[in-house]
């Protein structure tokens, strides 16, 4: 900050200044972890509570920010309900991933992780376990929205229940009744960021939020061709696993080195196999893709000729991330406006804690997008989430479809598809919205191009 890198040889204000946003990213980053970590430690807590403990808790729930499914999380929140907090307590500051206990009471304990994270537990009685889950997932100017409503209606919220003056309390032993109280109807933990969702459940107008279960395909999958790691057959097993109707196969083109790009000759014969595959399979669908480089100058790394014979073209920007926001944004319209494309994957190019997204107008890509009928991405790996929340409302709002893909590098990424229906949720997203929750037949049929 003070000036003096740059008197070094070498070292300009520009290098300084690149110095002083990784330092930031950095420290910002080692504050908050990723969802996608978050989650799978949780679920092991939970599981290892619930069998070592289950005659004490009567329910048990993550809180918090990842109740809110925020791509990143500071610390971890889990709460249950019980009568005996102290076996619980006992069994939580044991685990054997606690490497410090930071503090352990009656209602409340902490430990410090083995992977450095903070993890609270809260025992609560169950007649206020509604009150204090909601009060703990917040968010704090969310939960600031619901006091002044009680206050309106003479009442008191806390994280033990809704109270009349007279010290009454009306609810408390779930959310529903909690929100009730107040006159709303439950909303789902994912909206609750003052962003409007007081007002719309005030009007009836709450969504209902994309479930999981109404995924029917994904639509980014990479193969070992490429730099993934697995067979075709592989994923096909796996997505059937999943619930799944199609998948689409979308390795890499042939200018992402880094990447295993495919040339055109291995891209034909890729889609040959898939035929021969496709051929044995029943009620299940391998579609023909390819994530298509977008070049500096907005061109397409395979020919037109090329991208004709595919089912489907996702298109993405894997080079020239320093351009100005001008430069990047004429390069996807352009590439937007090739008649063959269908997808814009991981459209601001972030990596949570790693690398801040592009310079990009996101506004003139969704007027593009419905223009022409593309589609945005919402990309589940971890660390991308990406579009964010923000921009998938906006999508939403100005009726740009979604896909909700996982970009897989190996089978296991397939289960990524949580983390994205999680974002989609946090955009107010509802299974019309997105274009992966159609049936084979449904998407087959909607999705016939006409190349303008």
């Known amino acids: 900050k003070s000036g003096k890198l740059r008197d070094l040889p070498g070292m300009g204000a520009k290098t300084e200044e690149n110095i002083l946003r990784g330092i930031k990213l950095y ?21 290892e509570l619930k069998n070592r403990a289950s005659s004490l808790i009567e329910r048990i729930s993550p809180a918090g920010s990842l109740r809110r499914g925020k791509e990143t999380i500071g610390d971890i929140d889990i709460l249950v309900s019980s009568t005996n907090s102290g076996p619980i307590m006992n069994i ?3 685990l054997s991933f606690a490497k410090e206990i930071l503090a352990k009471g009656e209602t409340k304990s902490s430990i410090l992780t083995t992977q450095g994270l903070q993890m609270d537990l809260r025992v609560v009685l169950p007649d206020s376990f509604g009150a204090a889950l909601q009060y703990f997932t917040g968010s704090k100017s969310h939960n600031i929205n619901l006091r002044e409503r009680a206050i309106k209606r003479g009442l008191k919220i806390n994280e033990y229940g809704v109270f009349t003056h007279e010290g009454e309390k009306i609810a408390g032993k779930n959310e529903e009744e909690v929100y009730t ?18 007002e719309a459940a005030e009007k009836g107008r709450i ?18 061709m490429s730099d993934g790691v697995n067979t075709i057959e592989e994923l096909v097993e796996k997505a059937k696993s999943k619930g799944y109707e199609y998948i689409a196969i979308s ?27 496709n051929s044995h399979l029943a009620d ?31 298109v993405a920007i894997h080079t020239g991330f320093k351009q100005d926001k001008e430069t990047i944004t004429s390069r996807v319209v352009k590439a937007m406006q090739n008649p063959f494309v269908q997808i814009f994957a991981h459209p601001t190019g972030r990596l949570l804690g790693e690398r801040e997204a592009y310079s990009i107008d996101l506004d003139k890509v969704l007027e593009v ?18 579009l964010t929340d923000i921009w998938i409302m906006e999508a939403k709002k100005r009726e740009v479809k979604l896909a909700i893909n996982t970009d897989a590098h190996h089978k296991g990424g397939l289960d990524f598809m949580s983390l994205g229906v999680a974002t989609a949720r946090r955009g107010w997203c509802e299974a019309s919205d997105v274009v992966n929750t159609l049936s084979l037949e449904e998407f087959l049929a909607y999705f016939t191009r006409v190349p303008s």
């Open 369 to 386: 997008a419905k223009d022409r009928g593309v589609w945005l991405e919402i990309n589940a790996q971890p660390q991308r989430l990406d």
């Open 207 to 224: 969504p209902s939020l994309l479930r999981e279960e109404e995924i029917k395909g994904d639509l980014h999958i990479h193969t070992k």
């Open 27 to 47: 420290r910002t980053s080692k504050a908050r972890i990723l969802l996608g970590r978050a989650q799978p430690l949780v679920e092991e807590v939970i599981a």
């Open 251 to 277: 390795d890499h083109s042939f200018s992402l080195r880094v990447g295993r790009g495919l040339s055109i000759e291995t891209l034909l014969a890729q889609l040959e196999e898939i035929k021969k595959i």
């Open 284 to 314: 299940f669908r391998v579609l023909a893709g390819s994530e298509v480089d977008i070049k500096k100058d907005g061109s397409l790394d395979y020919p037109d000729e090329v991208l004709g014979k595919l089912d489907i073209v996702v």
């Open 181 to 198: 109280s107040l006159d709303l109807p439950f909303i789902p933990p994912e909206l609750r960021e003052d962003r409007g969702e007081i």
């Open 92 to 94: 939580f500051t044991q």
